[in-house]
T-cell receptor
Framework: EAQVTQNPRYLITVTGKKLTVTCSQN?????MSWYRQDPGLGLRQIYYSMNVEVTDKGDVPEGYKVSRKEKRNFPLILESPSPNQTSLYFC?????????????FGDGTRLSIL | DAKTTQPPSMDCAEGRAANLPCNHS???????VYWYRQIHSQGPQYIIH???NNETNEMASLIITEDRKSSTLILPHATLRDTAVYYCIVRPLLYNFNKFYFGSGTKLNVKP
């Protein structure tokens, strides 16, 4: 089954404790992206990756890092989490833009930073 | 970035057709219109997309006006499980063409 898998689904942690949210897709998609969703602000893009070793900032990249060492994985790293990063996070993937195929989204990761 | 305008909420009776409108008056010639929905806090779910012709799949129909400045998503027989926030998105043409701007969407309430 084609899917985007995020882990963990829920996490409560404390300020300053480094964490990684993993994202994996099994569709051989080139493009992957991270969004965060906050009440009243919709989904905002954090980082995206056009392909392996190619990443770029989205609209709200501060406080986050990403890496794309292999095609299927696109982890989101919070080096020193802060309470304003408490949010619902989604990973997405899709084929290249010129194929005009939809993005597929994971089920989300709810992070609470105390 | 807000290239689409949708009503904040709509009600629909179960079993009836739900017609969700979207305005995208600044859409460019080669930009597609995509529709997604989000049920509660789950990941956004793809519904349908189109360029200028009407489209239909197993979930819904998409009607795009001839001038392409607006579209309507039609759920032919709404069920309670269709209660969700529906997002109309214009896909960017260049550069970060997979950066979907979701906006506020329309909250569809399907009532018994």
């Amino acid at each position: 089954e084609a899917q985007v898998t995020q882990n963990p689904r829920y996490l409560i942690t404390v300020t300053g404790k480094k964490l990684t949210v993993t994202c994996s897709q099994n569709m051989n998609h080139e493009y992957m992206s991270w969004y965060r969703q906050d009440p009243g602000l919709g989904l905002r893009q954090i980082y995206y990756s056009m392909n392996v070793e190619v990443t770029d900032k989205g609209d709200v990249p501060e406080g986050y890092k990403v890496s794309r060492k292999e095609k299927r994985n696109f982890p989101l790293i919070l080096e020193s989490p802060s309470p304003n990063q408490t949010s619902l996070y989604f990973c997405a993937s899709s084929p290249p833009g010129d194929s005009n195929q939809p993005q597929h989204f994971g089920d989300g990761t709810r992070l609470s930073i105390l | 970035d807000a290239k689409t305008t949708q009503p904040p909420s709509m009600d629909c009776a179960e079993g009836r057709a739900a017609n969700l409108p979207c305005n995208h008056s600044t859409i460019s010639g080669n930009e597609y219109v995509y529709w997604y929905r989000q049920i509660h806090s789950q990941g956004p779910q793809y519904i349908i997309h189109g360029l200028k012709n009407n489209e239909t799949n197993e979930m819904a129909s998409l009607i795009i006006t001839e001038d392409r400045k607006s579209s309507t998503l039609i759920l032919p027989h709404a069920t309670l499980r269709d209660t969700a926030v529906y997002y109309c998105i214009v896909r960017p043409l260049l550069y970060n063409f997979n950066k979907f701007y979701f906006g506020s969407g329309t909250k569809l309430n399907v009532k018994p």
